[in-house]
């Protein structure tokens, strides 16, 4: 079997297994966010927290709580990995320096999981598995709940009615967000990442908290390694789109990635809950058809990206890549070019950020695929929760465009998408590329930053491109060549990862909350289809060109004009 086969055939059973998933995850997430009924274990913790989790938030109470859980997390995270000289179980690794540490903590909380060290060179069992792993769940979680609460502002039903001088009008109630992120961990996150990380420990990945010990090398000399909870962490930080690997290599490492299989597995896993969260709108809509129209424009960009990046990687340019089949350099052999390809797209276009290849060796045009996926706000499927309510973003502006064209008011799913409902959705498109840009050209203006790059030319301005990229957009893989272990990239690539992170969540819920606020407009014969093909290519399209003219200026600099030149 040739390596092109092999790779389409491994694409064709991804996509059986998330199709086979999909309908009954989603109809069970959607029924877990729509339960009136909480577990014992819930009612536990929320005694524990002091939340109250029937009471029903407005969109700026649902805010404050986002905000507040992760402030507290930030600074809980951030003292364990100062403390850690002082814990069990440290291995002997000294504290966190405040720099990385900041870092570390915002980068973990905000689901970025963008890592500046050497896991198994730093952090200690205490800090992977109370701080690390524990963030994995809930900030996986809290991007779920922002993204049901969005969906409830469609939705309207769960929108209370109270009287204004005789007359009803809506409250633009949102769920309440303490409730929410409860039952994203327990009922969704940690019954599917137990099971992920059994299947991962009987195909080969370690599970244990063992010391540092020596292990002998084929060509002579040994190397230390130290063992770790690497299954269940494993586990949730591809489940929760999180990316951050217990090793250095991540992915790529034996302990955390031994074979095929698990390699397909973990794609699987990063991917399920994304496509899946598609159906769990459509069923809290109340209109299947327009959870299959988002799920099929997800589809069609994932799908396409990831025939563009085999093309490009199985690309025969020159008789070394004509012996390895393909571009193999910094790829692992156990996977080939075509896993890799797939592992590699789906991981941008996720907030995942995990690899099992390096990007940085990528040929020019193969990392710039990486770059444009994230550049896209990985939308497609996107992270747990960033993805649908980003999707759901760029909708309502493809709504927008759409009744400009035939001069009526846009409309989608009954509510009028207004000056307010647009100016949200403005905002949100436009924060994220500023925040690349800017700290892209302040770096490369700089001379310190430039100090980090390892190349020169077109592929050194795109690996500190693909960093601020990766980091505001909350994936946090990085192009290998860039030492962002630094002041300046510690503390800017955790500015862009807070502000990337919580600044869209501000917009998104303002945007629920006006909403959930608004009453039903009937649909007219000229009302927009939104479960139509004809809307989902309009959706594509309008993605495609925003991203396009945004930052086509900055690929051009960097990957393009390398593949150009290759």
Not at 89 to 118: E, H, M
Not at 167 to 191: A, C, K, Q, Y
Not at 249 to 278: C, D, G, K
Not at 365 to 374: D, P, Q, R, S
Request: glycine share 12%.
């Amino acid at each position: 079997m040739g390596p092109v086969l092999a790779g389409v055939l491994q694409l064709l059973a991804l996509i059986g297994a998330l199709a086979l998933a999909h309908i009954p995850l989603g109809t069970y997430m959607a029924g877990v966010y729509s339960s009136d009924k909480h577990w014992r274990i819930e009612k536990w913790i929320y005694k524990a927290i002091g939340a109250h989790p029937d009471t029903e938030m407005r969109w700026p109470a649902y805010l404050r709580g986002v905000l507040a859980f992760s402030a507290v997390s930030v600074l809980f995270l951030y003292l364990l990995q100062r403390l850690q000289g002082v814990l069990p179980l440290s291995l002997g690794f000294k504290a966190i320096d405040p720099d990385q540490a900041f870092n570390t903590a915002v980068s973990f909380v905000t689901n970025t999981n963008w890592q500046s060290y050497y896991g198994e060179q730093a952090m200690g069992h205490v800090v992977q598995t109370a701080g690390l792993a524990v963030q994995n769940f809930v900030s996986a979680a809290v991007g779920m709940a922002v993204a049901v609460a969005l969906v409830r502002g469609f939705a309207l039903p769960h929108s209370r009615l109270r009287s204004s001088g005789g007359t009803p009008i809506r409250t633009g109630e949102l769920g309440n967000f303490w409730s929410d992120m409860v039952r994203g961990v327990t009922r969704i996150l940690l019954p599917g990442a137990f099971l992920a990380a059994i299947v991962l420990v009987a195909c080969g990945v370690i599970q244990n908290f063992a010391g540092i010990h020596e292990v002998g090398q084929f060509m002579g000399g040994s190397q230390q390694w130290n063992g770790g909870a690497v299954a269940s962490q494993e586990a949730i930080k591809e489940l929760g789109t999180n990316g951050g690997g217990y090793f250095n290599a991540n992915s790529a490492h034996p302990f955390e990635n031994p074979t095929p299989f698990t390699n397909l597995l973990e794609i699987f896993l990063l991917l399920v809950i994304p496509f899946s969260l598609t159906r769990t709108f459509g069923v809290m809509v109340g209109s299947v058809k327009q959870g299959y129209a988002i799920l099929t424009t997800m589809a069609v960009i994932w799908v396409g990206f990831v025939a563009l990046m085999m093309w490009t990687e199985f690309a025969h340019h020159g008789p070394a890549l004509q012996i390895a089949g393909g571009a193999m350099e910094g790829k692992e052999v156990r996977f080939g070019v075509g896993s890799s390809s797939i592992f590699a797209v789906s991981t941008t276009l996720t907030s995942t950020g995990a690899v099992d290849s390096f990007h940085s060796s990528f040929t020019g045009f193969g990392g710039g695929i990486t770059m444009l996926g994230m550049m896209l706000g990985e939308i497609a499927p996107g992270g747990t929760g960033s993805g649908l309510y980003g999707m759901l973003v760029m909708a309502v502006i493809a709504v927008f465009i759409a009744g400009l064209m035939v001069g009526r008011t846009p409309e989608y799913l009954g509510r009028k998408i207004g000056a307010r409902e647009i100016k949200l959705a403005a905002c949100y498109i436009l924060v994220t590329p500023a925040l690349v840009l800017v700290f892209t050209a302040a770096a490369m203006a700089l001379p310190t930053p430039g100090n980090s790059m390892t190349n020169t030319g077109a592929h050194g301005f795109s690996e500190i491109l693909y960093a601020y990229t990766s980091a505001a957009n909350n994936n946090g893989s990085a192009f290998a060549g860039l030492n962002a272990d630094t002041q300046w990239f510690n503390t800017t690539l955790g500015l862009a990862m807070v502000l990337g992170r919580f600044l869209p969540m501000v917009f998104v819920l303002a945007l629920a909350g006006s909403l959930a606020e608004q009453q039903p407009v009937p649909a007219t014969a000229g009302t927009l289809r939104t479960e139509k093909p004809l809307f989902t290519g309009l959706l594509v399209g309008a993605i495609l060109i925003i991203t396009g003219l945004t930052y086509f200026p900055a690929l051009a600099l960097g990957p393009l004009a390398e593949g150009l030149a290759s």
